[in-house]
């Protein structure tokens, strides 16, 4: 079954082919990123209006890519939630006329859920459930147990600012540049990452064992920044850059790690933008006990073949969204379930 993929949910215009939930015939990302730049950050309404403009021809070029044509396609899958509402309307209700047109079936999905699902699309090494999951994006922290590819339990979540949220508020406030992460990624492999030592908060009792929080660390960043400073002497940039990036990951890696302890899974499987950090996924492999699994660079940040081959699994199984189903923006209620 070929699924045609839509993903319109932040500030990549996506759209692609998958055949059999695994096989990625295209992929097609345009992404935005030009255009909020000026503003260190996602404009929501440039990001509707860039979708409305580009949907049509990124479609188009999926098809062309897949050396199909409309009616080869055999199904679609949209990202309904969560993400900017606008944007998602744009996605959602160009999927709904292409489903509708050709009176095929229709499936609306959860963004992060198919951001679970990316390292599957690889040709190797596709996770077995159950496994560990660690979900790492601009909007949201989740670590959670994956017992099927729509069954989650989240263990974790942050209680402030999500993992790629603080990544890009920090390059915003010094100006490193848009989009943080992958900046300060760049930046922190010429930085010394002992020259601040920024603090970990005290998450790791109770009920918290499993939740990351980064406001903390922000705040010492941007406002606190001497009263950690460790390396006597000039500091550039990039010592900030690496330590704070640094501090970042172990928080991560200190939920997760609880995680895996106390759950007894050995298996870890990421996605999401951060998912792409590499000091996140060389600290992992460091954890000869894990088995830790990221999706190709490709598939960590948004795409529509995750869309694509999520999708799938639920067509599949005979699962069909109606035409009026709607977009929403934010998940509600999910500290420890999800969706
Ligand atoms: O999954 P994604 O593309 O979009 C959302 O669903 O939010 O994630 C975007 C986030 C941004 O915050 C971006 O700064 C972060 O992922 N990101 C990174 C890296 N590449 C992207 N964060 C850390 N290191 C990276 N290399
Ligand atoms: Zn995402």
Redesign the pocket.
Known sequence: MKVLGIET??D?CSSAVVEDGEKILSNVIATQIPFHAPWNGVVPEIASRKHTEWIYAVTKEALDKAGLTVADIDAVSVTSRP?LFGSLLVGLSFAKAFAWARNIPFIAVD??LA?LYAPRLAAENRPEYPFLGLL?????TIICKASNFDDITVLGTTIDD????A??KV?KYYNFGY????V??EMARNGDSGAFRFPLPSLHKGDHRFDVSYSGLKTAVINQRDMFRVKKGEVTNEDIAASF?KTAVEIILRALLNAAEDTGLTTIVAG???A???Y?RSSLAQRKHLCCIFPPLDL???NAAMIAGIGYQYLARGERSPLNVTASARVTGFKKKYP
Do not use: R, Y
């Open positions: 949910s932040c990549e993400g963004h992060m951001h790492v994006s601009g909007g949201h999500a993992a790629g949220e990544f890009d390059a989009p943080g992460g992958k300060i990624d990036q999401g933008g951060v792409a950090n590499s996140l960590c940040g948004d």
